[in-house]
């Protein structure tokens, strides 16, 4: 079932500690738009439907990615959307929404999209991946 707009919004509003709404939406359409473009199929339609109608469209009907951004570009993309960004604040912003988007998603789901992503996009979704634990020699 999709997350409601406002409770996605306050959510974001909430994590990216944005002074209004406004903000909030400014950065969910850009990081969301970007996010589409690197994602294909049955996983982006999925994601989509848990996502408040406005963004699920954005979602879908994405920017043109010329290739997969590695997460460290994604966020300098994202700078380059939002007026007076920097990339600091694009990355407060990234992990603001994605952090949202994961958690409409649900783990299942969002180890899907992860897969479609270059590595490094767990840590935007505020999902960082146990390292694997070396096997310990006696």
Known sequence: MAMHWDVFLDQVRERGDYPSRTEADRAART???LL??????????ELAARLPETFALILLNPLRAAEPLSAERFVRATAAWIEGATERTAAWDVSAVLSVAADAAGEELTRRVLLQLPPGYDLLFGRPQDSPVPDSAP
Request: hydrophobic share 60%; no cysteine.
């Open 36 to 45: 589409g473009a690197h994602l294909v199929g049955e996983v982006r339609a």
């Open 31 to 33: 990081v969301l738009a």
